[in-house]
């Protein structure tokens, strides 16, 4: 009924919730240890990041291509590189590719914006909201692909939509009931967290769409568009001195604490460049190998652990300062769905009832197998019958 289908390059997506996990954990030590959390120097640091990574592994790839000596295409990273005269042209022109990469950047420094600064002012809303929602990245994301991209989903991937679309539509509405509304949160807070909340996943969803139009269509380098989207949001993130106190807060950990505790900060700094690079580095390879929507579920895949942390912790689902049961197990139970319902749209579970396994990847190369070894037997008796043909002659 149920079947798992592993890949070979199911690595890729796995790498990525992996560094997405040690880069969360990371920056929740950074908080408590320096009660520094939530500030704009992050977005330079997670561009730097984004820069070195993409220009080691692509400079990398650059000096491996020339060792080889033949013209064939070569894998590496999950990117095929060809050379010689081979070399795909792309059908944009070089001015609007890097156009695309621009506004791919602009929209991850806004993204960072509103995570950073403007959601955790709202201090009485729950601080798991962003979480829970995420799946309305894979959503926005399939508006893209269809529409935009114009390729096709089937029976299995129509089914997980609905019922994550039913699942965060149970969220939203129960968030009215659980939140504690008053002087401190009122409705119109939570709508405008929720506004927010929306336009972050959608511009999640048009650097996926954009990345995934270059990688494809303009056969881009990902690891060049990466490099490349590093020094856009670098640069821009100097409009941030434009905004008063900007550095206050970091200028406030080096002022109260010792060398020694300086020195693990400006460490730990240096760690979130490296864990930036590395997550942003198989964040793009899974958008080239996989899909916008394979990328998207490592955003909420592990939201039931993540969920179950907060609780234990008294982070989130209070009710005047005590744990909140009923809030908590409910979402808990959503957000396993959702989980599951992503694995399912990406056929990384595949439900073999009522013709949902049919047009997945794990049953459509089974058939193929099948049909490979009834041509080579009907070969095979061919060659038999003419081999007896010729005998009797």
């Not at 989903?153 to 509405?173: A, D, P």
């Not at 590395?278 to 190998?289: D, E, L, M, P, S």
């Not at 595949?350 to 459509?364: P, Y």
Request: glycine share 4%; proline share 3%; net charge neutral.
């Amino acid at each position: 009924m149920i079947k798992f289908a592993l890949r070979p390059n199911l690595i890729y997506p796995l790498q990525l919730i992996i560094w997405n996990l040690i880069r969360r954990l990371e920056t929740m030590l950074i908080g408590y240890l320096f009660n520094f959390s939530d500030s704009l120097f992050y977005t330079p640091l997670m561009f730097i990041g984004e820069f070195v990574s993409g220009l080691i592994i692509y400079l990398y790839q650059q000096k491996f291509l020339k060792k080889e000596q033949n013209n064939k295409p070569v894998k590496l990273f999950a990117v095929t590189l060809i050379q010689g005269k081979n070399d795909f042209i792309p059908p944009d022109n070089k001015y609007k590719i890097y156009l695309l990469i621009f506004f791919s950047a602009i929209f991850d420094w806004i993204q960072f914006i509103i995570w950073s600064t403007t959601l955790p002012k709202y201090l009485y809303i729950s601080g798991s909201i962003v979480s829970r929602l995420s799946g309305i990245l894979t959503l926005s994301d399939v508006l893209f692909y269809c529409y935009v991209l114009r390729l096709e989903i089937y029976r299995h991937q129509k089914f997980s939509l609905i019922i994550i679309t039913i699942g965060l539509v149970i969220v939203i509405i129960t968030e009215f009931f659980f939140q504690q509304i008053n002087i401190f949160l009122t409705y119109s807070d939570f709508i405008i967290v929720l506004v927010l909340t929306f336009i972050c996943e959608f511009l999640g969803a048009l650097i996926d769409a954009i990345e995934k139009y270059l990688f494809e269509y303009d056969f881009v380098n990902p690891f060049y568009t990466l490099m490349y989207e590093g020094i856009y949001g670098f640069f821009m993130s100097f409009l941030y001195f434009f905004i008063p106190n900007y550095l206050d807060d970091l200028k406030l950990v080096y002022k109260n604490n010792s060398v020694g505790n300086s020195f693990l900060f400006s460490f730990l700094l240096l760690l979130y460049i490296i864990l930036s690079g590395g997550r942003n580095v198989f964040r793009v390879i899974t958008t080239k190998v996989y899909s916008p929507m394979a990328r998207s579920l490592t955003d909420y895949f592990l939201n039931p652990i993540y969920l179950t942390l907060d609780f234990s912790l008294k982070n989130d689902f209070l009710k005047q300062g005590k744990r909140n049961i009923p809030y908590f197990i409910l979402n808990l139970i959503l957000s396993f769905i959702i989980s599951i319902c992503g694995c399912v749209y990406n056929e990384f579970i595949v439900l073999l009832f009522c013709g949902l396994g049919i047009n997945t990847h794990d049953q459509v190369s089974k058939r193929a197998k099948i049909l490979t070894n009834e041509l080579n037997e009907i070969k095979e008796g061919s060659l038999d019958i003419s081999n007896d043909d010729e005998m009797s002659d």
